[in-house]
């Protein structure tokens, strides 16, 4: 089995499309049929979509939670710190290997490794 999707709801999609910009993640806007304008990129296999609130979504999921293998990590590190993103864990060497916790613009947990 292999993730091919991964779909983000949140309440300001081009906000969230932009902060995700930050790790030259080059996103289309586009819909697939009926379905609501959103953006979408791939990341290797992985479609990551970025779709506005459902109807019946009060607010963005903040349980989700993200990890990705990050290259040139320090210069994204950098990108990071000079947009003001929020560090819940600053970086640093762990069992799992170096990284860090940001906070995306919902507040949802980010976990980032360097490569």
Known sequence: MELNLLVIRTG????????YSLFNIA????RHGNSPLHYGAK??????EIYPLSKTQPSADLNLRTGFSVDDFDAVMERLKLANVIFDVEPKETDFGFMAV???????????YKK
């Open 102 to 112: 940001i906070l995306d613009p919902d507040g949802r947990k980010m976990e980032l």
């Open 27 to 30: 996103f289309s806007y586009h």
């Open 43 to 48: 990341l290797g296999n992985v479609l990551l």
């Open 12 to 19: 300001d999609p081009k906000r969230l499309a932009d902060f």
